[in-house]
């Protein structure tokens, strides 16, 4: 399995991103995918998750209501939707998979990875 994140960049506060994590190397049908952040000296920390099939969604408190987890089965993709961005969303942010709709914002419960996107948010 291989996933891979793209869309991070630099950004204004209050200004909005997209990020995307493409999957690839098997059916994804009983998958959660979920999105990561981590700053330098500090755990990684879940941000939110969905089930493949999109009926099941979870957000950190700290992102309710500004991001929105999203999926495209066709394209085997997930996508975080960033608005209203603040400068503590500066991070590297990380897209994961696992086989099963449990612990879904427990980092060790992943089973794969992509590598991060670096989104930068300036005051």
């Known amino acids: 399995v291989q996933l891979q994140a793209s869309g991070g960049g630099l950004v204004q506060a209050g200004g909005s991103l997209k990020l995307s994590c493409a999957a690839s190397g098997r059916t994804f049908s009983d998958y959660a995918m979920a999105w990561f952040r981590q700053t330098p000296g500090k755990e990684r920390e879940f941000v939110a998750a969905i089930s493949w099939s999109g009926s099941m969604t979870h957000y950190a408190d700290s992102v309710k209501g500004r991001f929105t987890i999203s999926g495209d089965n066709a394209k085997n993709t997930v996508y975080l939707q960033m608005n209203s961005l603040k400068p503590d969303d500066t991070a590297v942010y990380y897209c994961?998979?696992?086989?099963?709709?449990?612990?879904?914002?427990?980092?060790?419960?992943?089973?794969?990875w992509g590598r991060g996107t670096l989104v930068t948010v300036s005051s």
């Open positions: 994961a998979a696992k086989g099963s709709w449990t612990k879904v914002k427990d980092t060790s419960s992943y089973d794969y």
